[in-house]
């Protein structure tokens, strides 16, 4: 077993949509749409500093203004050249994203690129190890199409970012590598599935731009040793936050749909929204970007107005000390009884007075931002009984969040153990399961039940806390167990670092942003809408029966805006008593 020391979270789906027979059928369709998805460039040529002569192609959005200013993404291409692919990433991005999209041009429009026979050697690896090898000359091309973009009318030259896929995805590396300390060049750098295979010229200098890595756990050009050599870049030369996203069981090329066999498209779309959600905070265009994730320390639990219309109940602690909590916005966003069914978020706690307080507060964030019925359980059997045999909970959707001392057992069940203090008769299914402390150990605890229960495993570290050593012995554990996971890491950050009210110092703010922006898309991309895009839908009525209506237990304290039997909305218990 492996010890860690160190805050990681960690984020278990269950993925159905991609693990059968039809959901092969569902990636080959999603596939065929993406190679169909329509193109909207015009072509521009431009020179780089040696005079070369490059043709590029821009995609505007359809609403930019004649005055306007908005940022801007450089696309290098992958091996293949600037064609169909990147050309369809520009629309897609001006589309979807709201970002003028310039597919640039790493070759020369006068360049013959050989033909690629396949295999090693010969004129076609000999002309791509000519960019990979040579990382002035890539950063050349790819400062000549920055510059380019930059002089644009529409474009606001100080948030310009450059992504690159497969041999652009090295490119970006490059870049900010040799120019990582020149002021007015790229504000952010994404790379996604770089080679990054066999040594590459370190930093000559400080890296100031914002960079984000993404790769495939099956890629040997980006496997653990490469990333480890990464890691080690950044972590001695970047002045600002960075951050690597890992998908397991992913080939090189996950994003690229006219590679028929390496195409993912759920690896697709979870790299994508990492990719929009990160440049969304650096440019400051979004609402991940300008929502404040730690305004929830400022829930003050005793205050008569303090929930804004969210009802909750503290119960314990009894006699072994357990104290749970729980919370429902329903009656506010329109599930005022037990036929209408919520999904459904448990949190297990670290047992510190501000671990304690931290759940609490989270519990009332998702419930005001989602709209959940939210457990927060150390195990108090009177609160589980308390709760026993109601409504509400829509058994499909249920999450498990797991914190400090909690997250070890809720990474065990994640792995195919039970849960203390929530196991029962049933077996459980979590739709996603969430832990925001490094567990002290990891190792699979029922050989059984993890060859038949496989979460989606999402793991995002602290750099600080966790060594790469560490990680990549945890991701080797994991690859033993056939686990599906995602790695993420996060730069300057180290134990407790989603911990808001944290006295130690090691709350960080950018890390747990983007770690709870990921968790959030879990929660989207598993139950849907949330109660701001569509309220929860309610059947018709259907009372509960009064024998299940059990009373509430001394020392329940109880804090609403309705009754005490709003807060019965709760039905984590039904779930975790069953």
Same mark, same amino acid.
């Given at each position: 077993?492996? *010890?860690?020391?160190?805050?990681?979270?960690?984020?278990?789906?269950?993925?159905?949509?991609?693990?059968? *027979?039809?959901?092969?059928?569902?990636?080959?369709?999603?596939?065929?749409?993406?190679?169909?998805?329509? +193109?909207?460039? +015009?072509?521009?040529?431009?020179?780089?500093?040696?005079?070369?002569?490059?043709?590029?192609? $821009?995609?505007?959005?359809?609403?930019?203004?004649? =005055?306007?200013?908005?940022?801007?993404?450089?696309?290098?291409? =992958?091996?293949?050249?600037?064609?169909?692919?990147? *050309?369809?990433?520009?629309?897609?991005?001006?589309?979807?994203?709201?970002? +003028?999209?310039?597919?640039?041009?790493?070759?020369?429009?006068?360049?013959?690129?050989?033909?690629?026979?396949?295999?090693?050697?010969?004129?076609?690896?000999?002309?791509?190890?000519?960019?990979?090898?040579?990382?002035? $000359?890539?950063?050349?091309?790819?400062?000549?199409?920055?510059?380019?973009?930059?002089? $644009?009318?529409?474009? =606001?030259?100080?948030?310009?970012?450059?992504?690159?896929?497969?041999?652009?995805?090295?490119?970006?590396?490059?870049?900010?590598?040799?120019?990582?300390?020149?002021?007015?060049?790229?504000?952010a750098a994404v790379s996604i599935h770089p080679s990054l295979l066999g040594a590459w010229d370190k930093p000559l200098g400080k890296i100031n731009i914002p960079s984000i890595f993404l790769t495939g756990g099956n890629d040997f050009l980006t496997g653990p040793q490469a990333m480890a050599s990464l890691e080690g870049d950044m972590t001695s030369a970047s002045t600002v936050e960075w951050e690597t996203n890992r998908y397991a069981k992913i080939d090189h090329a996950f994003t690229n749909w006219f590679a028929e066999t390496a195409y993912n498209a759920r690896a697709d779309e979870r790299s994508w929204n990492s990719m929009r959600t990160f440049l969304a905070d650096k440019f400051g265009q979004s609402d991940e970007s300008s929502y404040s994730w730690e305004s929830a320390s400022q829930i003050d639990l005793e205050s008569e107005d303090c929930c804004d219309g969210v009802a909750f109940v503290d119960h314990g602690p009894d006699e072994e000390g357990r104290r749970d909590f729980v919370v429902h916005a329903g009656a506010k966003y329109g599930c005022p009884d037990p036929s209408c069914k919520v999904p459904t978020v448990i949190i297990l706690p670290d047992k510190s007075e501000s671990g304690r307080l931290f759940a609490k507060q989270r519990a009332m964030q998702i419930a005001q931002r989602y709209g959940y019925a939210t457990w927060v359980s150390e195990g108090n059997v009177a609160a589980r009984q308390y709760f026993d045999g109601v409504g509400y909970i829509d058994s499909e959707k249920v999450a498990l969040e797991g914190y400090g001392s909690g997250a070890q057992d809720a990474l065990d069940f994640a792995m195919g153990g039970n849960i203390g203090g929530i196991d029962g008769d049933q077996e459980y299914s979590f739709k996603v399961i969430s832990i925001f402390e490094v567990p002290e150990y990891i190792t699979a605890v029922n050989d059984v039940l993890a060859l038949t229960y496989k979460p989606q495993i999402l793991i995002s570290s602290g750099v600080d806390g966790d060594s790469m050593a560490d990680v990549i012995a945890l991701e080797s554990t994991l690859m033993g167990m056939d686990a599906n996971y995602e790695i993420n890491r996060y730069s300057d950050a180290s134990a407790n670092f989603t911990d808001w009210n944290d006295l130690d110092g090691s709350y960080n703010a950018i890390a747990a942003g983007r770690s709870f922006e990921t968790v959030e898309s879990i929660y989207r991309e598993m139950f849907g809408e949330f109660y701001w895009e569509s309220p929860p839908q309610t059947e018709s009525p259907t009372p509960v029966p009064p024998s299940t209506q059990t009373p509430a237990p001394s020392g329940a304290s109880l804090s609403t805006v309705t009754t005490a039997s709003s807060c019965v909305l709760l039905a984590v218990a039904y779930f975790l008593s069953m």
């Open positions: 077993m492996m *010890k860690f020391t160190s805050c990681v979270t960690v984020t278990a789906a269950i993925i159905t949509a991609l693990s059968s *027979k039809a959901s092969a059928n569902d990636n080959a369709a999603i596939r065929q749409a993406k190679m169909n998805y329509p +193109i909207n460039v +015009i072509a521009q040529n431009y020179l780089d500093s040696e005079g070369v002569l490059l043709q590029g192609f $821009l995609s505007t959005p359809n609403t930019t203004t004649a =005055d306007q200013k908005v940022p801007a993404v450089v696309i290098m291409n =992958d091996s293949s050249g600037t064609d169909a692919y990147e *050309k369809q990433r520009a629309t897609m991005i001006a589309n979807e994203l709201g970002y +003028i999209a310039f597919a640039a041009d790493t070759f020369g429009v006068e360049t013959e690129i050989p033909v690629d026979t396949g295999g090693w050697g010969g004129p076609y690896a000999d002309f791509i190890s000519t960019f990979i090898r040579n990382a002035t $000359l890539f950063t050349q091309r790819i400062a000549a199409a920055v510059d380019h973009v930059q002089s $644009l009318p529409n474009v =606001d030259e100080t948030k310009v970012a450059i992504l690159g896929y497969c041999l652009g995805g090295t490119g970006v590396v490059h870049y900010i590598n040799v120019a990582g300390e020149k002021e007015g060049g790229a504000a």
